[in-house]
Antibody, heavy 120, light 106 residues
Framework: QVQLQESGPGLVKPSETLSLTCTVS????????WSWIRQSPGKAPEWIAY???????NSNPSLKSRVTMSVDTSKNQFSLKLTSVTAADTALYYC??????????????WGRGTLVSVSS | SNELTQPPSLSVSPGQTASITCSGD??????VSWYQRKPGQSPVLVIY???RRPSGIPERFSGSKSGNSASLTISGTQAMDEAEYFC??????????FGGGTKLTV
């Protein structure tokens, strides 16, 4: 049974970089599109970015300039770095596995999420 | 701005049918998925590609779409179905978009 587990600091200072890692257990990271999704209180979930196991990636245009994605197939992990964070980046961050087609994109597996607060 | 619109809440009695809507200008051109999220748990995919049900999801969950509006229907709603449900679609400009979520009270 494949499971996803997010890890990383729960508190980040303003202007610093938020770094999160998702570990895939019970299955291979090869194939599938691996994403980060966040939800701030009272707001809709927001897709942040995806990375494919070959290292290709894409980001939400609204966050593109601040996002870096990476993948380590030897550790079955993928990671997110979000630079220059502000209080607006405080959210519950999820990692998720995506099934992608020409006109279809859905997430068939999610982690439990990790809460990240941005505060001095 | 959020491109998919859902009602913030819906309340039904056990055994009734719950219908949650999701509307957006581009839904007619892309597939819609639905997720269930309970407090402290991972979101669960309950419907994908408008109307397909993943393995393990009860038959009482169904999905449909007409034009720019999609619906998630739960027939014979049970107490265990109380959760937040949100829709999701794909759009070329942002790639992935989500609805704001509907809190279902049973």
């Amino acid at each position: 049974q494949v499971q996803l587990q997010e890890s990383g600091p729960g508190l980040v200072k303003p202007s610093e970089t938020l770094s999160l890692t998702c570990t895939v257990s019970g299955g291979s990271i090869s194939s599938y599109y691996w994403s980060w999704i966040r939800q701030s209180p009272g707001k809709a979930p927001e897709w942040i970015a995806y990375i494919y196991y070959d290292g290709s990636s894409n980001s939400n245009p609204s966050l593109k300039s601040r996002v870096t994605m990476s993948v380590d197939t030897s550790k079955n992990q993928f990671s997110l770095k979000l630079t220059s964070v502000t209080a607006a980046d405080t959210a519950l961050y999820y990692c998720a596995r995506g099934e992608v087609g020409a006109t279809s994109w859905y997430f068939d597996l999610w982690g439990r999420g990790t809460l990240v607060s941005v505060s001095s | 701005s959020n491109e998919l619109t859902q009602p913030p809440s819906l309340s039904v009695s056990p055994g009734q049918t719950a219908s949650i809507t999701c509307s957006g200008d581009k839904l007619g051109k892309t597939y819609v998925s639905w997720y269930q999220r309970k407090p402290g748990q991972s979101p669960v995919l309950v419907i994908y590609q408008d109307a397909r049900r993943p393995s393990g999801i009860p038959e009482r969950f169904s999905g449909s779409k007409s034009g720019n509006s999609a619906s998630l229907t739960i027939s014979g709603t049970q107490a265990m179905d109380e959760a937040e449900y949100f829709c999701q679609a794909w759009d070329r400009s942002t790639v992935v978009v989500f609805g704001g979520g509907t809190k279902l009270t049973v």
